[in-house]
């Protein structure tokens, strides 16, 4: 199991061992990033983001098991997440603001999306706004997530959904990932609107390509097994098997190296 403090132990060498006043700066910055990343607890619901993932993953978060204790984050890393972050937010920007230069886009409150949602016997609430975005949680599919937000285009209502990946990635997307239109799907129940506009940036150069898709009945219907599945070996107390060709970024693989192949949960 890594030790932090070793880590930052390593953090203060990197830094006192930097030779010139540029390298020291840029060692005390890494080290801000590193030092000030805040911890993330996964509320005990089911993520869109996870659907397409690993089963056992996805229960570790649900009944609340431990996370590993990581190394601490590599700063370059951290700052890809934030370009991330700050990428989604000037798209957002662009898509709220497009009208008032006679661009056919129109932004939609996802708060009036959600009680339009309600009106149709969809059991979707708004639990926090935050900014362009709202947390949403539906009780049918246990599900919790924020969505990157919903537009109308030339008419056409949409769930919006960014992306942004590395250029080597960009340059051959040529259409969905599966585990994206899997996370969109999601959404869908949730809201009822069933095109999605995918909108993929690459990192390196901010080109972009956007996709529409449109869920069906067969895509909800696969969503929907695969949540109950989910929720069949959570409410069972049941260990789901490993999935051994999807472990490489989860963060509970000491707690799931610990259950083994065994069906009765440890802690």
């Known amino acids: 199991m890594a030790n932090p403090y070793k880590d930052i132990l390593k953090l203060v060498n990197t830094a006192n061992k930097a030779k010139t006043l540029g390298e020291q700066f840029v060692a005390d910055i890494n080290k801000y990033f590193q030092l000030s990343k805040e911890p993330y607890s996964p509320s005990s619901t089911i993520k869109p983001s996870m659907i397409g993932g690993c089963v056992r993953r996805q229960y570790a978060v649900l009944i609340g098991a431990p996370q590993d204790l990581m190394k601490l984050d590599d700063a370059a890393a951290i700052t890809i997440n934030h370009s991330g972050s700050d990428r989604h937010l000037r798209l957002q920007y662009a898509c709220q603001d497009a009208h008032n230069f006679n661009i056919d886009i129109q932004w939609l409150d996802p708060e009036n999306e959600v009680k339009k949602a309600q ?27 924020k969505c990157d ?41 949730c809201f009822g609107i069933d095109k999605v506009m995918f909108l993929y940036e690459n990192r390196n150069t901010t080109q972009r390509k956007a996709f529409v898709v449109e869920i069906t009945e067969e895509q909800k219907q696969l969503v929907k097994d695969k949540i109950n599945l989910i929720l069949n070996y959570y409410n069972n107390n049941i260990l789901p098997p490993k999935e051994k060709d999807k472990c490489t970024y989860c963060d509970y693989k000491q707690w799931c190296k610990k259950q083994g192949d065994s069906n009765e949960v440890q802690f």
């Open 119 to 145: 009106a149709m016997g969809i059991n979707t609430i708004v639990k926090r706004r935050d900014g362009y975005e709202v947390l949403c949680y539906n009780e049918d599919y246990h599900l919790q997530f």
């Open 149 to 189: 937000g919903i537009i109308t285009y030339k008419d056409v209502k949409m769930i919006l959904e960014i992306k942004t990946e590395t250029e080597q990635k960009w340059m051959t997307r040529f259409g969905v990932k599966d585990e994206h239109l899997m996370q969109a799907t999601c959404y869908s129940l």
